[in-house]
Each structure stands twice: as structure tokens, then as C-alpha cells.
């Protein structure tokens, strides 16, 4: 008995250190093997997949959708090498993630959330969930068919609740940013009516700008994917029918049109944009990049010139998210990428902040429609409560 009554308080006492050390919480994955009847598959044909907190207390017919990010692949090539990765198949995916942040089920942590239905959809297309090729090319056995998924998945979670949805939000986090920007309507259209619902960003406003090289290099790379996958009929209409569909992939060309509320939040030196848009490695034969890239700390003065640049050329594409009062916005001046899904950059005592206000309170009053908030901080380096990134040099993936 006694014996018995310390293994259960052993367990509960691993669980809390586990706890305390990932603030977060695991939750299980779900295929959606119903989809595939539907052609909505990974890149390898296997099932889409999320993973799924159901909603509690007062938060039961709350839901907010997340989608994860993980970069794009542009041709067959690096649509290959994605498609045996748990990117591009259901089949590689880790069966439990941890969910913190945005996510979590803690009131502490996530005061306007925790309770939500809270599910983070699993990115395995390679574009954004736009792509939507009907012939798969037995060769290489490659399915471009997100923009099917994004339907199929949301259509699972409306037959499990979500039709009953009081509230609604979509966010995301770098690809999966901008698939809550491009997605964003479609989403509004897939709900009820009577839904209130609105979209988050978290580092998905990707600028189309020069790299250091003096060339467009991300507008090649975005043309690629757009091609490659047969997006241009899942992207905005109002901006496809004056632009280049590659062009349409930029926020800064279609987010004006969105007509549900959105909110931004990004870092003007966004690490990501910085290392694969300012400062890829064909930029930067020499690497004179490289150290720069893994800890801002390292730049020389010149490059943090350059970074200087960037952020007003990111600025200067915000604009492109027009002016409405239902726009929320948190740029802060960090070198940093998806603050939304962490702890630490989401709220905790030392998470960042813009005006005194964390990212999670800024996202909550917005939401709740408590106070509005649209917020761009001083340059670099004047924010001390930056968390910024330093990459291990092992492991820092480039496009
Ligand atoms: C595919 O894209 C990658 C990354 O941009 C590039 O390095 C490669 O040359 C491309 N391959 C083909 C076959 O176009």
C-alpha cells in the first residue's frame, strides 16, 4: 500500500518535472485516413495527419486550428528529399508533440487559450497547403495536393466540433504563418456564419526582396513552388488575377484583400527570412554570412547595416496589410522565428514584450476585442527583452 501510494506520487513527480522542463504538454497524433479516398494526401500519399487537446470548461466550443511550418520544396528534386521526412509523409511523424505556448493547456501559460480546442494540423505537402495536382508521375510517386488536405482536415474537425465552433482562430507558425494568411477566408468560408473568427501569422510575413547578392532570389524560389505544386488556383483570387501566381505567395500582394480580422506577429530581423531570403548560401559563396546568421551577436557592422535594411524593406511590406483597424500587428525587433509557439517568447516572466505587453496578451485583447493592438518596435538593438536565436552551426537547415 505504502509502496504503492510512493510509486504514484514518484509519477506524478516525474510528470511536473517533465512539465517544468518542456512547459508543455504531449498530446497524440490522429491520420486522417479518410482523406485519402479524397486524393487529400502527403507528399507520399500517405494520410494527413494533427494532433488534437480537446477543449474544456467554458472553452468547449472554442477552436483554434495551428498549423506547423518546415519551409518549402520547389522542385522534384527537393520534393524527393522531403517526401520520406515528417514533412512529407504521415509515416515519419513523431506519434506525440509537445504542446506549448499558444497551445497549451495551462491557464498560467495561455490565459486565453488553454481552454480552447487546441490542434496543431501537421505540415506534409511542401507548399503551404496549396498545391493541387491531380496526375501523380509513377516515377516518383509525389503528390502535390495541400490545398486538398487544408479542406479535408477542416472538414474531420467540423464533423468533431468545430461546426459548433462559438469560436474559431487559424494561426500558424512560418509556413505555416503563411498558410493561416493565404488560407485565412477560405477557412472563415469553411465555418459557420454565425463563428467569430480570425487569423494569426506567426512568422509568416516573407518579403520578396534582393539578397545580399543582388538578386531575387526568393521570388525564383517561390515561382518553383508555385509551378511545381499547381498552386495558382488555391491563392488568392484577388491577387492572381493581376499578378504572377509566384508573386501571390507573398503576403505583401495579397494580405490587403483578406477580409477576416489578421493578426502579424513576426520579428523584423525574422532569422529565417535573414538566413534563406537576405543571406542565402548561393548569396554567399564566401560564407562571410555564416556566423552572422547563427548569432546576430557575430555580425559585423556592415552586415547589421544590411539587416538595417531589411527590416526597412520588411516595414515597408507591411504596408501591404492595409490599414484596417480589425489588422493586429507585434513586430519586434528580435532575431527570431515563430515566438507564438514557444513558452518562453509567448509568456513567461521574461518573454518579450513591445509597449509592456507580451505577445499572448497583445493576441488575446485582439481577439477578444478587449484593445486593439498594432505595434512596431525601435531597430536593433533597443529591445532588451529579445530572446534571439543562436543556431548550432551542426544543424542550421538552408534552402
Ligand atoms: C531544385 O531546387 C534546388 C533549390 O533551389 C536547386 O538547388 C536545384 O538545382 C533544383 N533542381 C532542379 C532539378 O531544378
Not at 195 to 222: M, P, R, W
Request: with cysteine; net charge positive; aromatic share 10%.
Amino acid at each position: 500500500m505504502g509502496n504503492i501510494r510512493l510509486g504514484q506520487w514518484l509519477y506524478a513527480l516525474v510528470g511536473v518535472l517533465l512539465l517544468v522542463k518542456t512547459q508543455g504538454i504531449d498530446v497524440g497524433i490522429t491520420y486522417v485516413q479518410n482523406a485519402v479516398a479524397k486524393g487529400a494526401v502527403c507528399l507520399d500519399g500517405s494520410p494527413p495527419a494533427y494532433h488534437f487537446d480537446k477543449g474544456f470548461g467554458a472553452g468547449i466550443n472554442n477552436w483554434l486550428v495551428h498549423i506547423e511550418g518546415g519551409g518549402w520544396c520547389n522542385n522534384v528534386t527537393t520534393c524527393l528529399a522531403r517526401k520520406n521526412t515528417r514533412l512529407g509523409s504521415s509515416k515519419q511523424m513523431a506519434t506525440e508533440v509537445v504542446f506549448s505556448g499558444i497551445l497549451s493547456s495551462l491557464q498560467k501559460f495561455n490565459p486565453d487559450f488553454y481552454n480552447w480546442n487546441r490542434i496543431k494540423v501537421r505540415y506534409c505537402d511542401g507548399a503551404s497547403f496549396t498545391g493541387d495536382v491531380e496526375a501523380v508521375n509513377p516515377t516518383t510517386n509525389l503528390h502535390f495536393r495541400g490545398a486538398r488536405v487544408f479542406v479535408a482536415i477542416i472538414e474531420d474537425l467540423l464533423a468533431k466540433g468545430l461546426k459548433n465552433a462559438e469560436n474559431a482562430m487559424l494561426s500558424g507558425c512560418s509556413a505555416g504563418g503563411l498558410t493561416s494568411i493565404l488560407h485565412c477566408d477560405n477557412f472563415r468560408a469553411l465555418v459557420p456564419m454565425g463563428t467569430k473568427v480570425k487569423c494569426l501569422s506567426d512568422a509568416g510575413y516573407f518579403i520578396n526582396t534582393k539578397d545580399v547578392s543582388g538578386a531575387l532570389h526568393i521570388e525564383g524560389f517561390y515561382n518553383e513552388v508555385v509551378t511545381t505544386h499547381g498552386s495558382a488556383k488555391n491563392l488568392p483570387l484577388s491577387c492572381t488575377s493581376n499578378k504572377r501566381p509566384g508573386l501571390c505567395f507573398f503576403p505583401q500582394n495579397m494580405a490587403q484583400q483578406i477580409r477576416t480580422p489578421l493578426f502579424i506577429v513576426n520579428a523584423a530581423y525574422d532569422s529565417w527570412q535573414i538566413k534563406n531570403i537576405l543571406a542565402p548560401g548561393v548569396a554567399d559563396p564566401h560564407g562571410i554570412w555564416h556566423n552572422c546568421k547563427l548569432d546576430i551577436t557575430k555580425c559585423s557592422s556592415t552586415q547589421i547595416q544590411t539587416m538595417q535594411e531589411f527590416r526597412l524593406a520588411f516595414l515597408s511590406a507591411l504596408t501591404g496589410l492595409g490599414t484596417s483597424s480589425s489588422r493586429g500587428m507585434f513586430i519586434n525587433s528580435c532575431y527570431a522565428h515563430c515566438q507564438t509557439e514557444m513558452q518562453e517568447t509567448w509568456l513567461r516572466a521574461d518573454s518579450p514584450v513591445l509597449g509592456g505587453v507580451t505577445i499572448a496578451k497583445a493576441v488575446g485583447d485582439w481577439y477578444y476585442d478587449r484593445s486593439p493592438f498594432q505595434k512596431i518596435d525601435c531597430p536593433y538593438p533597443c529591445d532588451k527583452s529579445c530572446h534571439n536565436r543562436i543556431f548550432d552551426p551542426n544543424e542550421h537547415p538552408l534552402i
